[in-house]
């Protein structure tokens, strides 16, 4: 025994390094075991097990060994015809055997005596089954039912939510959601840097033939992550040439405007969705090659309704208007005003100037406020209309399956996915004609080929190679190249000027808008190349009353990850942010009209609005609290110049993982 395990850990050495591959059994088959034995309880050695698909004519074979046991394992999902012969006894035959994903079955043969030629039919019961094989909880869902599941986006991903003991979010039984694991083929295309329901392959539900989710004890093979293992495998084809058309539409003309749209009278968003596509397969060789084919389409061109927060007609003229505690809105000419300080000697601008004319011809651009729900109605108010942010999207599937002889099979697969999503974060909003400016085009590849069979009869194995390739690119306007289109005038760099973020706190907190968007989340650009190449490598071993599985996985995970920004606060441009609520400006109390307080509550400022008034102040001036700018350098810390992206080439990051697990059956009960 000691040497046939030095023999199979030789095999397994051999295949990982040098190249071949084996495919964990649990991610992309089943697994059918069992007791042959006559009417008295005693094993019948050496009877052979007949396992022949419905759809493919495809037969399996296993024989018994000594104990009676039998194993067969690496089982494509299916409906199969079980079938048990031994000289002396009647032929035992099992019809409507129904294998699903990463699932292991327990069918025992008691045979009588008889005929070969006699036979002992039984129907497979489609009732709930006691699983005493596997300990692993979850669900399978098959593609008879997955189009028809409530699925937004078209992807299986979300089908995780509807598990027992997952989330909406999609945490499962209390692991975070970046820990579950998908596999698609065999082969890992989780997300590594997002994680939860997200993958680096598209995972479309016309093109998936069985989803399995293992909730609770995951097998050994498939056991990486502490939350969901999510094993998935793609449609085959079978002997019967079968196909299908699809198209689902959306339309707004079925769809009543919004609240808030008829209130500003912005006309309702375009609304056409439209998804498309056809799946076709069938045999190339019947009984022995068998093809399958798919392709999606999405066309959607996007609309949705946005606003911007932009200055009142009397910010525009240099007018800073505020409310007392009496109520009373007071205007400030900051130009010419004297209320900003008790003595009346000078002006709230003791340049004289007002408002800067920087400041002035970016205003000029911004359309008028359309929106008195945003802003505060005195200096600000908002601008609501619709942008168009189309999305485009092609996925092609294809794979073939040919069956080399009853022992060894071929499988290999091809996905490219392409989509083209003008996000509505960044936008151009000059004039009033909105328009969305940032893209994201992404590109996904996913290639494998197997090869699994009987390497011996008690030794079986599969061998697997695949990689995944998930590109995506944030392609913006540039903040110089904005300030240049604004004719915005000074001092800049070889680029182009510098470009004016007033109020530069970012989101929610930033009291004013631009013509184009330079805050440092919607103006950066970024760019992502993940890689994950795998090599997998699962047998199955019978010896005995024992099963052992085991096997060795080798990811090798380059990415390429560059970007402009260093997340918050800077750009490879530079920026000028105009404020006074940063750190490094402080506007002086005499540049701002006396507290209301103490006996005063008319022509005063109250204390509540001293902050709001120092950012107007700032912004409306053009006093700079600094200007940004990301340095960057390259791997010998040589500076680079200004726009240069920053890069982390990653190449050395390599995850193996081996497993062994031993099934031991005490008696065939």
């Not at 109605?377 to 942010?389: D, E, H, K, P, S």
Request: aromatic letters at 8%.
């Amino acid at each position: 025994m000691a040497r046939r395990i030095r023999r199979a850990a030789a095999f397994l050495s051999f295949c990982v390094v040098g190249g071949i591959l084996l495919h964990a059994q649990t991610t992309t088959t089943g697994m059918v075991s069992g007791t042959v034995s006559d009417s008295s309880g005693a094993a019948i050695p050496s009877a052979l097990i007949e396992m022949t698909a419905a759809q493919t004519g495809t037969v399996l074979k296993q024989v018994a060994n000594a104990a009676g046991q039998y194993v067969v394992a690496s089982v494509p999902p299916g409906e199969y015809q079980l079938k048990v012969t031994a000289p002396g006894f009647r032929t035992f035959v099992v019809g409507g055997l129904k294998i699903e994903v990463t699932k292991s079955y327990l069918q025992n043969a008691a045979l009588e005596v008889g005929l070969v030629t006699e036979s002992i039919s039984v129907t497979a019961e489609t009732t709930a089954e006691l699983q005493t094989v596997d300990a692993t909880v979850g669900n399978v869902i098959n593609m008879r039912h997955l189009p028809n599941l409530p699925t937004f986006t078209r992807r299986v991903n979300e089908l995780l939510t509807l598990q027992p003991g997952a989330t909406p979010n999609g945490e499962v039984t209390g692991a975070r959601a970046d820990q579950s694991t998908f596999s698609l083929d065999g082969i890992d295309v989780t997300n590594q840097s997002v994680g939860g329901l997200d993958t680096w392959m598209y995972l479309s539900v016309e093109g998936v033939e069985e989803f399995r989710v293992g909730v609770a004890n995951p097998n050994a093979s498939f056991g990486r992550g502490a939350g969901g293992q999510v094993a998935l495998i793609s449609r085959r084809g079978a002997n019967d040439i079968h196909g299908a058309g699809f198209w689902y539409h959306q339309n707004d003309n079925l769809n009543a405007n919004n609240w808030t749209n008829n209130r500003t009278r912005v006309k309702k968003p375009e609304l056409k969705d439209n998804r498309y596509g056809f799946q076709a397969g069938g045999p190339a060789i019947k009984n022995k090659t068998f093809w399958f084919a798919n392709y999606e389409g999405r066309r959607f061109p996007r609309s949705g309704t946005v606003t911007r927060i932009v200055p009142t007609d009397s910010l525009r003229r240099g007018i800073l208007r505020f409310k007392d505690a009496a109520n009373n809105i007071n205007e400030y000419p900051l130009a010419t005003s004297r209320a900003c300080n008790t003595s009346g000697s000078d002006a709230c601008d003791p340049r004289g100037l007002g408002l800067s004319p920087s400041i002035a011809a970016l205003w000029q651009q911004m359309p008028a406020g359309n929106d008195a729900s945003s802003g505060d109605q005195l200096n600000t108010i908002g601008f609501t209309g619709t942008v168009a942010y189309p999305i485009r999207h092609d996925f092609y599937q294809a794979r073939i399956d040919h069956h080399i002889n009853e022992k060894w099979r071929i499988e290999g697969s091809i996905r490219y996915f392409r989509q083209l999503d003008n996000n509505n974060g960044s936008l151009d909003i000059r004039g009033g004609n909105i328009a969305s400016i940032r893209a994201f085009p992404t590109r996904q590849n996913l290639e494998t080929v197997a090869v699994s069979g009987l390497i011996r009869p008690n030794l079986t194995g599969e061998f697997r190679v695949g990689r995944v390739r998930n590109r995506a690119a944030t392609d913006v306007l540039r903040p110089n190249a904005s300030a240049a289109l604004l004719g915005i005038t000074g001092a800049g760099t070889p680029d182009g000027p510098i470009a004016l973020d007033i109020g530069a706190r970012g989101g929610a907190q930033s009291i004013l808008s631009e013509p184009f968007d330079v805050d440092t989340q919607l103006a950066r650009k970024q760019k992502n190349d993940n890689r994950i190449y795998q090599l997998n490598a699962d047998l199955n071993w019978l010896k005995g009353k024992h099963s052992v599985q085991f096997g060795g996985h080798m990811r090798w995970l380059p990415t390429l990850h560059q970007r402009d920004d260093k997340v918050l606060g800077a750009l490879g441009a530079l920026v000028a942010q105009i404020d006074s609520d940063l750190g490094t400006l402080v506007v002086p109390s005499s540049a701002a009209p006396p507290l209301c307080g103490a006996g005063r509550s008319t022509g005063c400022l109250q204390s509540g609005d001293l902050q709001q008034w120092n950012r107007l102040y700032a912004g409306m001036t053009g006093l700079i609290d600094n200007v940004s700018v990301l340095a960057v350098r390259d791997g010998s810390f040589k500076p680079l110049p200004f726009g240069e992206l920053l890069e982390s080439d990653t190449k050395g990051i390599k995850a193996p993982e081996f497993y062994v697990q031993d099934v031991w059956r005490l008696k065939p009960s």
